[in-house]
């Protein structure tokens, strides 16, 4: 079946650093990837996709790069603020089950000052 | 474009009473989701609907969950009897057709606690 793993967190940075958050998959067929992001008390936002491989999918200053050949997705950004302060999940979609996403665990992600 | 309505935001109950969740999705999104997320975990998907007719409820625990979608727009996802284990936040979303390529939107959530 299809499946997510995030990198554990909770993750710290001071604000200005670059972040990283890694996400590898295993799925059958061809998936679409994703990163969800979810502030406090709310629900999921989509952040950014890309649905064939080598696309990189931008916004907000994140960016993630679909790798086929290493199953990856990592979200990067160079330069974090406080407001980035939320949880990350990478999901992923195939049209092989009726478009479901399947999510991994969440990293926390908390700039400080 | 208003987003996805979910009510109530916080509820508490005690184990054994039964609870009722409400989501209205974005209007002409034909697939309604609803995914339950334990403190710390991701999301884990309870039922998709199509319209008014159930895609997927492989994951739901039909002897206490229930949902319907009955005019093919709003759905309501009920609970009961309610156990301690159910306190987690439940998120509807919805898509277009095209889900697998652009994604969900969701609620807010509503956060259940059981005492």
């Known amino acids: 079946g299809n499946s997510v793993t995030q990198m554990e967190g909770p993750v710290t940075l001071s604000e200005e650093a670059f972040l990283t958050i890694n996400c590898t998959y295993t799925?059958?067929?061809?998936?679409?990837l994703f990163w969800y992001v979810q502030y406090p008390g709310e629900g999921l936002q989509l952040l950014l996709k890309a649905t064939k491989a080598d696309d990189k999918g931008s916004n907000k200053g994140f960016e993630a790069t679909y790798r086929k050949e290493t199953t990856s997705f990592h979200l990067e950004k160079g330069s974090v603020q406080v407001s980035d302060s939320a949880v990350y999940f990478c999901a992923l979609s195939t049209n092989t089950n009726a478009g479901k996403s399947t999510f991994g665990d969440g990293t926390t992600l908390t700039v400080k000052p | 474009e208003a987003g996805v309505a979910q009510s109530p935001r916080y509820k508490i109950i005690e184990k054994r009473q039964s609870v009722a969740f409400w989501c209205n999705p974005i209007?002409?999104?034909?697939?309604l989701y609803w995914y339950q997320q334990i403190l710390g975990q991701g999301p884990k998907l309870l039922i998709q609907f199509q319209n008014n007719g159930v895609v997927d409820d492989s994951q739901l625990p039909k002897d206490r969950f229930s949902a319907e979608r009955l005019k093919g727009v709003d759905s309501t996802l009920k609970i009961q009897p309610a156990k301690l284990e159910d306190s987690a936040v439940y998120l509807c979303?919805?898509?277009?057709?095209?889900?697998?390529?652009?994604?969900?939107?969701f609620g807010s959530g509503t956060r259940l606690t059981v005492v």
């Open positions: 979303a919805s898509s277009s057709p095209s889900a697998s390529v652009y994604g969900y939107t």
């Open positions: 209007s002409g999104h034909a697939t």
């Open positions: 799925a059958t067929g061809y998936p679409s």
